[in-house]
Nanobody, 121 residues
Framework: QVQLVESGGGLVQTGGSLRLSCAAS????????MGWYRQAPGKERELVAE???????NYADSVKGRFTISRDNAKNTVYLEMNSLKPEDTAVYYC???????????????WGKGTLVTVSS
């Protein structure tokens, strides 16, 4: 069993910053890729940023230069630093991790429950 706990969401004004955290716990053998997705009402869930176990990153064009994804492998945690926030960044942000568990050593994907980010104009 793997659990993801997200935190850091909230209300911020345009131009402000937030830092999201997602901590994984449970029967974890290792973690491969980690990523952040977001979904606004009436829209499809989209990839915001992802980071591999080797530290390679990939960002959606809409957040390049503003968001930074990072990870702390010792804490099984992935972060998303969000700067220069815009109203269009408003969404529920979900953490996703690719985990190899101790009970079944094949990669599986787990989702967090989401944390709401609201950017006011």
């Amino acid at each position: 069993q793997v659990q993801l706990v997200e935190s850091g969401g909230g209300l911020v004004q345009t131009g402000g910053s937030l830092r999201l955290s997602c901590a994984a716990s449970g029967s974890i053998f290792s973690i491969n890729d980690m990523g952040w997705y977001r979904q606004a009402p009436g829209k499809e869930r989209e990839l915001v940023a992802e980071i591999t176990s080797g530290g390679n990153t990939n960002y959606a064009d809409s957040v390049k230069g503003r968001f930074t994804i990072s990870r702390d492998n010792a804490k099984n945690t992935v972060y998303l630093e969000m700067n220069s926030l815009k109203p269009e960044d408003t969404a529920v942000y979900y953490c996703n991790v690719e985990v190899i568990t101790t009970t079944w050593r094949f990669a599986m994907y787990y989702w967090g429950k989401g944390t709401l980010v609201t950017v006011s104009s």
